[in-house]
T-cell receptor
Framework: DVKVTQSSRYLVKRTGEKVFLECVQDMDHENMFWYRQDPGLGLRLIYFSYDVKMKEKGDIPEGYSVSREKKERFSLILESASTNQTSMYLC??????????????FGPGTRLTVL | AQSVAQPEDQVNVAEGNPLTVKCTYSVSGNPYLFWYVQYPNRGLQFLLKYITGDNLVKGSYGFEAEFNKSQTSFHLKKPSALVSDSALYFCAVGNTNAGKSTFGDGTTLTVKP
């Protein structure tokens, strides 16, 4: 089974702090994604990556950056956290290999609260 | 641009009755369609997908979905609902050119005993 793990289930940070959310997948997947989930707004894509050191902006990239130095790890960075970034953050991976819209496997999520 | 609409925020059904969760989509070219489920305090899980072939797709936990090209719909169905089916359901659409899947806003399914 594919396993996607996220570094924290719950995180509380203060406004202005730099925040790192880590995601690791163990199935050698090419594609990795970061979403935020807010009630009534569904899942919104922040960034995605098709390969190591590659990144593409999603629908709401403002205020976020990402890093993919190794195939299995995809990090989401909040350079200066703000209260409107309080949300559930979900990481996902998919096999890729030319089929971009493939089945995604999700981690358990990180609930971030910015005070 | 691709998009997904889940017109119902909430669906309520009685246990043992059939259930339908609706999804319509808009995408260029041939669609790749997915259903995911999120149980309380759990991550999203893949349920089923349509890429090509038979319009009726069968998935996990007895769920199925019917692809209707003319109506651009991909409704999720189950003949007999269980209380344990109560969860948040997401429809998603993509294709080989889009670079990503787009998710709907989700539908909360509540099955009452």
């Amino acid at each position: 089974d594919v396993k996607v793990t996220q570094s924290s289930r719950y995180l509380v940070k203060r406004t202005g702090e730099k925040v790192f959310l880590e995601c690791v997948q163990d199935m050698d997947h090419e594609n990795m994604f970061w979403y935020r989930q807010d009630p009534g707004l569904g899942l919104r894509l922040i960034y995605f990556s098709y390969d190591v050191k590659m990144k593409e902006k999603g629908d709401i990239p403002e205020g976020y950056s990402v890093s993919r130095e190794k195939k299995e790890r995809f990090s989401l960075i909040l350079e200066s956290a703000s209260t409107n970034q309080t949300s559930m953050y979900l990481c996902a991976s998919s096999l890729g290999q030319g089929i971009i819209a493939d089945t995604q496997y999700f981690g358990p999520g990180t609930r971030l609260t910015v005070l | 641009a691709q998009s997904v609409a889940q017109p119902e925020d909430q669906v309520n059904v009685a246990e043992g009755n059939p259930l339908t969760v609706k999804c319509t989509y808009s995408v260029s070219g041939n669609p790749y369609l997915f259903w995911y489920v999120q149980y309380p305090n759990r991550g999203l899980q893949f349920l089923l997908k349509y890429i090509t072939g038979d319009n009726l797709v069968k998935g996990s936990y007895g769920f199925e979905a019917e692809f209707n090209k003319s109506q651009t719909s991909f409704h999720l169905k189950k003949p007999s609902a269980l209380v344990s089916d109560s969860a948040l359901y997401f429809c998603a659409v993509g294709n080989t050119n889009a670079g990503k899947s787009t998710f709907g806003d989700g539908t909360t399914l509540t099955v009452k005993p």
